[in-house]
């Protein structure tokens, strides 16, 4: 056994102590079209259809989206799978508050307490109905301490700086038109870099009877 053990502490979310990724400098790109009331994205050769007007207005403007016939959908086969909404998305569904932490999955939030000290507002929280949320696999649930899901959005009050969360970076996003887009959405978790980096520190020393540390 160690006679004695160091302890250095910090705090912040966990997300935000990830790498700095490249910049994020636009919308995610895609060929986007509306076609018989339904929004599509074309991708690989093939059309995937939103499952919702409110899924797909969490990802791109409305203008985005080119104007066809029925006829168009005719050029490339037409999956069986949904696209839904943002990841990062906050929805709601019967008691149940949930973030969408990928295209295929969804995880509910363990309670309300939980919820504001990750960060979050209610008021972000945008209803889903059953056959919005159907398309998800419910995962784990979200704890204290849980690392924010990609699409999560920082504010760093020192810098001035928004940075989304994704594929285990967090990278700024620098462009403005994206970044009014999603505070359209909701609000930006603050946190500071400043704070971030301090460290507190101590020697741990074994009790009396040496069966626990402390300092």
């Not at 599509?40 to 990802?59: C, E, I, K, W």
């Not at 508050?97 to 363990?110: A, C, D, K, N, Y």
């Not at 960060?119 to 301490?145: H, M, N, Q, T, W």
Request: aromatic residues 14%; negative net charge.
């Amino acid at each position: 056994l160690p006679e004695t053990l160091e302890l250095t502490l910090r705090r912040s979310y966990r997300s935000f102590l990830l790498p700095t990724g490249a910049p994020v400098t636009g919308f995610p790109e895609a060929a986007l079209y509306r076609i018989d009331e339904t929004y599509y994205a074309l991708q690989d050769g093939m059309f995937y259809p939103f499952v919702s007007d409110n899924a797909y207005l969490t990802r791109y403007p409305d203008n985005f989206a080119l104007p066809e016939t029925k006829d168009f959908l005719t050029r490339y086969p037409v999956s069986e799978r949904w696209l839904g909404f943002r990841v990062g998305s906050i929805v709601s569904f019967a008691d149940g508050v949930f973030l969408i932490t990928s295209e295929t999955e969804m995880r509910p939030v363990g309670s309300a307490d939980i919820f504001l000290a990750l960060g979050y507002r209610f008021e972000d929280v945008r209803p889903a109905s059953e056959e919005e949320i159907g398309i998800y696999k419910r995962g784990r649930i979200f704890l204290l301490g849980a690392e924010h899901p990609d699409g999560t959005l920082f504010l760093d009050q020192d810098t001035q700086t928004y940075y989304l969360i994704e594929h285990n970076t967090k990278r700024p996003l620098t462009d403005t038109r994206y970044r009014d887009f999603i505070l359209k959405q909701q609000a930006p978790l603050q946190v500071s870099t400043q704070s971030s980096a301090v460290h507190a520190s101590c020697l741990l020393e074994p009790s009396l009877l040496g069966q626990s540390f402390s300092c």
